[in-house]
Nanobody
Framework: QVQLVESGGGLVQAGGSLRLSCAAS????????MAWFRQAPGKEREFAAA????????AYADSVKGRFTISVDNAKNTVYLQMNSLQPEDTAVYYC????????????????WGQGTQVTVSS
């Protein structure tokens, strides 16, 4: 079992930045792929970024590439999402997720989910 707790959401103006954190507990963090998904009101939950728990190369959705950076701190069992140049269309609940199946953008492959943190970007 893996427990995930997100933090760091909030209200920010367009062009601003936020850093989300996801603290993991339970089984060995480094053996999972970690990802951030987001869900805007009335829309499907969509992939944003992913990285293996041991670090290394990351994957990003086209909509966030160049603006968002995912990273891990194994000593703290924490995965981060640094979000820069935020736009109103980035407004969503952001979810942290863990997968034992490797790096993927497919949410069905993620076994564990956090409760989500709200990010609101005002224009």
């Amino acid at each position: 079992q893996v427990q995930l707790v997100e933090s760091g959401g909030g209200l920010v103006q367009a062009g601003g930045s936020l850093r989300l954190s996801c603290a993991a507990s339970g089984r060995t963090f480094s053996s999972y792929a970690m990802a951030w998904f987001r869900q805007a009101p009335g829309k499907e939950r969509e992939f944003a970024a992913a990285i293996h728990g041991s670090g290394g190369s990351a994957a990003y959705a086209d909509s966030v590439k160049g603006r968002f950076t995912i990273s891990v701190d194994n000593a703290k069992n924490t995965v981060y999402l640094q979000m820069n140049s935020l736009q109103p269309e980035d407004t969503a609940v952001y979810y942290c997720a863990a997968s034992a199946y490797g790096l993927s953008s497919r949410k069905v492959l993620y076994d564990y989910w956090g409760q989500g943190t709200q990010v609101t970007v005002s224009s």
